[in-house]
């Protein structure tokens, strides 16, 4: 019992008092992320006729494998040589582009990215990179740059959470969660909680290592959503219109009291004496991931109002002319006012999430770009393969495909609470910090392997079970 718990202290001092990295190597390393799904449509599209196995293991090994490698031993050296080649690759097209616009092919011209679709891509590559980096931040592969930072700072751990609310409220108005039933509302916030609840008991039951500055001693990221949800829902009849004003008062509120005394408070003279102390990160971060909800709400609406129907580039226009204005924001935030904290999810956290969630929209947006502008020929139909999808997935023959990303995606909870498991697990029975770095790869890659088995059987019984009897 004593080495166990010496091996935590060990365990937890290895993931505290880091200082993340820039926005800038994130946000090229998402752009990375983003990029496979080119390559996994070229390879796709040539085995249309192969057998389920060999469409699976192709999409793991094009869209899931790389990730694991970008986050561990190749971040260092091949990464920057990978981002070298996607500045030149842009670099290229806006010199071609501006000597000689694109006019040649109508077709070209009016094929749209599905904004729908672009978020379908954009949570699922967040879900595997979250699972990835749960397991992984144990290991000595992972970049200690990239782990979560202690307080202020940016890291690629630490946009989990906020992009799990973003893209949850990033929704199109007649599809989102806050126009869903009161039952169903509520049922979803109950699961959450008492998913929260039972993470929390098993972290003490298992003594279980765990950074209390992240949220605090007993909450977790679960029980953040679980507020975060059932506000919205709440608040579900408020004009997209009046929520900028809610957002205003939330996050001048805090970053008043921020500034006077609550962040001297959590750092320096915080005895976590009782329950709501015990846990203050959580509880203070709460109304400022309800005020990024908001954002992606009101920031939503904007989306589908002015994209929906317009042509690739024009959206990357419009998207990089957003992410512009707010990086200036969060910039001068960060000069003027605090840098960014995930721990209490300030305005400066708030904004990190805006540019970070943009982005990955634009990477997807610049990917179906890059598709079309060197095949004049793609059309609507075969941009399913870029998105990664398949025909079968598009027409809602659910269980009737093994795409890797639909099968995530359908089964986000269930991933997250498998990754979470197997993460316990693995931490248990191993010594992560005397694992050498292949053996990390090779246990991340298995690991990962195992899940995105379990969602892609899960499908295929989903539908067995789903057959009418004769």
């Not at 993340?20 to 998402?30: C, E, K, Q, R, Y």
């Amino acid at each position: 019992m004593a080495n166990q718990s010496l091996l935590n202290m060990a365990k937890i001092d290895f993931v505290s008092n880091l200082h993340g990295t820039s926005v800038w190597p994130i946000l090229l390393l998402t752009h990375c992320f983003s990029s496979l799904v080119i390559g996994r449509g070229v390879v796709v599209i040539g085995l249309k006729n192969q057998s389920k196995a060999r469409l699976f293991h192709a999409d793991f090994l094009i869209l899931v494998i790389p990730c694991i490698l970008y986050v561990t031993v190749l971040y260092d050296e091949l990464l920057r040589k990978i981002i070298s080649i996607v500045l030149f690759v842009l670099l290229f097209l806006a010199i071609k582009m501006s000597i000689q616009p694109i006019n040649g092919s109508r077709r070209f011209h009016f094929i749209t990215c599905d904004i729908t679709e672009v978020k379908f891509v954009c949570k699922t590559i967040l879900n595997i990179v979250t699972a990835i980096c749960i397991l992984a931040v144990d290991f000595n592969a992972f970049p200690r740059e990239l782990a979560k930072v202690e307080w202020h700072g940016t890291g690629l751990m630490g946009v989990g959470v906020g992009s799990f609310v973003f893209l949850n409220s990033f929704s199109a108005p007649s599809t989102s969660h806050l126009s869903s039933t009161g039952k169903h509302v509520y049922l979803t916030s109950i699961f959450l909680f008492v998913i929260g609840i039972v993470r929390a008991l098993s972290i003490y039951i298992f003594d279980y290592h765990s950074h209390v500055s992240e949220y605090g001693v007993h909450w977790n990221f679960f029980l953040t959503l679980t507020v975060v949800h059932f506000v919205l829902s709440v608040f579900k009849l408020i004009h997209v219109n009046y929520l900028l004003i809610c957002i205003l008062v939330v996050n001048s509120l805090m970053q008043w009291s921020f500034n006077n005394g609550l962040s001297d408070f959590i750092l320096n003279k915080n005895e976590r004496s009782n329950i709501i102390t015990a846990n203050i990160e959580g509880i203070v971060s709460l109304p400022g991931f309800i005020a990024l909800a908001f954002i992606s709400k009101f920031l939503s609406c904007f989306f589908f109002a002015k994209m929906s129907g317009n042509a690739v580039k024009n959206q990357i226009l419009l998207t990089a002319r957003m992410i512009v204005v707010t990086l200036i924001c969060l910039f001068a935030f960060i000069e003027f006012v605090e840098p960014v904290c995930r721990p209490t999810a300030n305005m400066g956290y708030q904004l990190w999430m805006v540019v970070y969630n943009i982005d990955m929209i634009l990477a997807v947006l610049c990917n179906i770009f890059l598709v079309q502008y060197f095949n004049t020929y793609c059309t609507n139909g075969d941009l399913c393969y870029f998105y990664g999808k398949c025909v079968s997935c598009v027409k809602g023959l659910r269980g009737n495909c093994v795409c890797v990303f639909t099968a995530i995606y359908r089964n986000q909870l269930l991933f997250f609470l498998m990754a979470n498991i197997l993460t316990g697990a693995i931490n248990i029975s191993v010594n992560t910090l005397e694992v050498s770095n292949f053996c990390a790869v090779l246990i991340c890659i298995a690991y990962m392997y195992l899940i995105c088995v379990a969602m892609v059987l899960k499908e295929n019984l989903f539908r067995q079970c789903s057959k009418p009897k004769d």
